[in-house]
């Protein structure tokens, strides 16, 4: 079981994500359906990583969500095996860097990477995506940890009926370094369920349900 987890610790680096850029490319499979999350995993062109879509509708407002993910510190809570997150240069509220640490059991070398963030909201449908794209070359690589070079993605968050809010979070990663694909691919199901699970719980602190964000707009109840 343990053997299963260390792809897991490199593929998420804290909260990384990526869509694949033609829909088209592969048919999403249903992995898993556990306690109203929906795992979909397919294959994408060009490379031998599988992606991910974790899925989940909770009741939580648009402002507590974003404030969840934009607290960096707060990561390691509730981002399936990250070890650490911190905030490396704020631009704005809506725009910031990041970086992350995922530690792994020997003989798998610890990775890290560095994390450009950016909010934005439609104000039709008042969806809100948070894009993130690898910038590795932000800070000098450290000693004895492998930097993932290869990141983008985007967590999304869709308001609904009755103040629900539908959450996609969406992975495709490359660890880098001597890891076997098929090995990566193993922990494709057990990273994003966990993180959605997880999420759920922190949300609900004080924290965030009283947070404020200007530029985010809730919908009309």
Not at 54 to 71: E, P, Q
Not at 119 to 137: E, H, W
Request: charged residues 25%; hydrophobic residues 40%.
């Amino acid at each position: 079981m343990r053997t299963l987890m260390i792809p897991s610790l490199l593929l998420a680096v804290c909260c990384s994500a990526l869509f694949a850029t033609d829909e088209k490319e592969a048919k999403w499979i249903l992995a898993k359906d556990e306690k109203n999350i929906k795992v979909y995993t397919r294959k994408v062109e060009g490379t031998n990583f599988k992606e991910f879509k974790g899925v989940v509708t909770i009741k939580a407002s648009l402002t507590s969500l974003v404030a969840l993910v934009s607290d960096a510190a707060a990561a390691p809570d509730w981002v399936a095996n990250c070890s650490e997150t911190a905030v490396l240069k704020q631009i704005s509220t809506k725009e910031f860097y990041t970086y992350s640490l995922s530690k792994a059991p020997w003989p798998v070398a610890d990775r890290d990477s560095i994390v450009h963030n950016l909010i934005s909201q439609d104000r039709d449908t008042l969806v809100v995506t948070i894009k993130q794209t690898g910038k590795p070359d932000h800070i000098k690589e450290k000693k004895n940890i492998t930097r993932v070079k290869r990141i983008q993605g985007v967590w999304q968050f869709t308001p609904k009926k009755d103040g629900n809010i539908e959450i996609v979070y969406q992975n495709l990663s490359d660890p880098g370094g001597a890891i076997p694909v098929w090995l990566v691919n193993a922990s494709l199901v057990s990273q994003p369920y966990e993180t959605l699970l997880r999420l759920q719980k922190v949300v609900k602190r004080e924290k965030y349900q009283k947070a404020t964000l200007e530029f985010v707009i809730e919908p009309e109840a």
